[in-house]
C-alpha cells in the first residue's frame, strides 16, 4: 500500500493492483450493502468505489456507459420500454434518454446511498435521473425482475457490479431466465460481463448459461476501460427468440455528435475477438 494511492485489489485480480494518486477522500459510508467511497484523483476526476472496487471516475466513464447502453439500445429498431439493472449512478440513465423512441425507463438499484452520492458528487452521470421518462426503484434486481409481466421490455441493460457481493445472483442463470422472460420476442439483453484477460472462466460460464436461456443470439462485445481491473470490460449481448437481431452492424444508429466513445465503427469492431477469447465463447 502506497501512503496517498488507492489501490484496487481482489481476489478476483489476484497479483495486481491497478492504483490512483489520491487528491482528497470526498466521502465515505457502509450503506446496507457495501462500503461506498468516493475520492478526488489526481488525474481521473472523481472517483465511486464499492468495497474497494472502482465502479466509475470521471475521465472514463464514457467508455463503459456509452458502451453498455448503445450496444444494445442502437442494435434494436425503436425500442420503447428499457430496464436497467445496477447503474445507481445514472450513467446509462443519461446515455439511455438520448433515444428518442424510448419511452419509458425503469431502473432497479439495490443501494439507495450510491443514488444520494452521485447525485452530490457526479452531477454529470446523476442528470440522467432527471429524465421525466425514468422511474427510480430502490431494491434487488433479482427480486424486481421475477416481478416483471412477461414480455415488458424491449432492452434491458445490466449494469452490475462484479459477483463478488450484492451482485452475485446477477451473473447466475436463474437471473437470465427472469430477464429472458421481461424481455419481448427480439427483445435484447446487455449485461456487464467482466474481462477477458481476467475472467474467461466466468465469461465462460456466462456464455453457457447465456446459450441455454436465450433462443436468438449470444454475442460477447468489449472496451477498453483504462481504471477496470485490466484495462478492458466486456458485455454479453444477447436476444430473445423471435425477430432475429444482428448485434454486429447497428439497425438503429443514433447521432453520435454529443458522445465521446461509442459510434457505428466501434459498435462493430466490439464484436471482434482475440483468438484465444473466440474460442472459448464461440465454443459455448
Ligand atoms: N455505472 C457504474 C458501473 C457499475 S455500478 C454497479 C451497480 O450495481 C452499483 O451501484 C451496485 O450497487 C449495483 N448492484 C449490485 N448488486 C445489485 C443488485 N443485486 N440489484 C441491483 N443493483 C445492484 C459497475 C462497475 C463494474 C466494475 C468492474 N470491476
Known sequence: VIPGWFSEMSPMWPGEAHSLKVEKILFQGKSDFQNVMIFQSATYGKVLVLDGVIQVTERDECAYQEMITHLPLCSIPNPKKVLVIGGGDGGVLREVSRHSSVEQIDICEIDGMVVDVSKQYFPHLAVGFEDP???????DGVAFLKAVPEGTYDAVIVDSSDPIGPAQELFEKPFFES??????????????????????????????????????????????????????????????????????????????????????????????????????????
Not at 133 to 139: A, D, L, M
Not at 213 to 227: C, D, I, M
Open 133 to 139: 421518462r425514468v422511474t427510480v426503484n430502490i431494491g
Open 179 to 284: 430477464v429472458s422472460k421481461a424481455l419481448r420476442p427480439g427483445g435484447v439483453v446487455c449485461t456487464q460481463a467482466e474481462s477477458i484477460w481476467l475472467h474467461m472462466h466466468i465469461i465462460e460460464d456466462i456464455a453457457a448459461n447465456c446459450r441455454q436461456v436465450f433462443k436468438g443470439s449470444v454475442n460477447y462485445a468489449w472496451t477498453t476501460v483504462p481504471t477496470y481491473p485490466s484495462g478492458v470490460i466486456g458485455f454479453m449481448l444477447c436476444s430473445t427468440e423471435g425477430p432475429a437481431v444482428d448485434f454486429k452492424y447497428p439497425a438503429n444508429p443514433i447521432d453520435e455528435s454529443k458522445l465521446k466513445f461509442y459510434n457505428s465503427e466501434i459498435h462493430s469492431a466490439a464484436f471482434c475477438l482475440p483468438t484465444f477469447a473466440k474460442k472459448v465463447i464461440d465454443s459455448k
